[in-house]
């Protein structure tokens, strides 16, 4: 048996609380010793109530008022019907939770991208959407339920992705300066990362002379070209589905051309 100050210590329930609950008749205690020189003392639940005490918790911490609870937390069957119906909330409520958390954390990554990354996807990502109707926060929340964004590589990696498909946006053609310069920042930030992912320590002036360096070499172009085709495989499978026919062979000239001529020159 146990006192309404183990009550309060073990479940966190307050003593008006369990005053309130015998009050209305939802819960009342195992022994009750009402009245002793004028004062309420000696209340005692034994294991049964502390368990109907537990469920009344559950179900009031599920929004269920307590003259609901009332009706049916002693009735069984009712017990177990009402079960059914707040496993079901809390799964809907889950839900939400889930697309919330979700928007936050792309909210997050977006933040974290550079400013020009995002003004020149923003507008088409948006354009795009609303011609294919797809539900944008359906796409969402399906790519970030497979994302650990608490794990810095897979930041890395979402950011480099982010860039790379940014370029299935452009409607000029694959070697077009405007293109070419996309896939140029992708090449930067590939770049970047792989000096961030060394067993070396480089300064910013470092890793920019390096890429300056790299972007002049046709056989780091290329090998640029190959790592990101291979890390992204699975990205160019579903890029038309996704983007539209053609987008994935799109994507792959655009690549192609830079590996070939490098950066486009602006006459």
Avoid at 54 to 63: M, Q
Avoid at 221 to 229: S, W
Wanted: hydrophobic residues 35%; aromatic residues 10%; proline residues 2%.
């Amino acid at each position: 048996m146990k006192s309404i100050k183990e009550v309060e210590e073990q479940l966190g329930i307050t003593r008006r609380t369990l005053q309130e609950y015998d009050r209305i008749g939802l819960l009342n205690p195992s022994n009750k010793d009402e009245i002793k020189a004028g004062k309420l003392v000696q209340w005692k639940y034994d294991e049964d109530t502390l368990d109907t005490l537990k469920l009344i918790t559950l179900f009031v911490e599920a929004g269920y008022k307590r003259n609901e609870i009332k009706a049916f937390i002693n009735e069984p069957q009712k017990l177990k019907k009402e079960f059914k119906a707040l496993e079901k909330k809390l799964k809907e409520r889950k839900n939400r939770i889930d697309t919330l958390l979700n928007e936050v954390k792309a909210s997050r990554i977006i933040l974290e991208m550079p400013e020009k990354i995002v003004s020149e996807i923003a507008p088409r990502a948006e354009k795009l959407i609303k011609q294919r109707g797809w539900d944008a926060e359906a796409l969402m929340k399906e790519v970030y339920e497979q994302l650990d964004l608490d794990d810095p590589d897979t930041r890395d990696i979402f950011k480099l992705q982010t860039v790379f498909e940014g370029i299935a946006f452009f409607e000029e053609l694959p070697g077009d300066v405007v293109v070419q310069r996309y896939v140029y920042r992708l090449f930067c930030y590939y770049c970047s990362l792989g000096a961030k992912h060394s067993d070396e320590h480089f300064t910013k002036e470092e890793i920019r002379d390096g890429i300056a360096e790299a972007v002049n070499d046709q056989s780091s172009r290329r090998e640029f070209v190959d790592d990101i085709c291979e890390l992204f495989s699975e990205v160019l499978k579903q890029v038309d589905e996704f983007y539209g026919d053609g987008k994935e062979q799109y994507i792959k000239d655009a690549l192609e051309h830079f590996a070939e001529h490098g950066l486009v020159k602006v006459k």
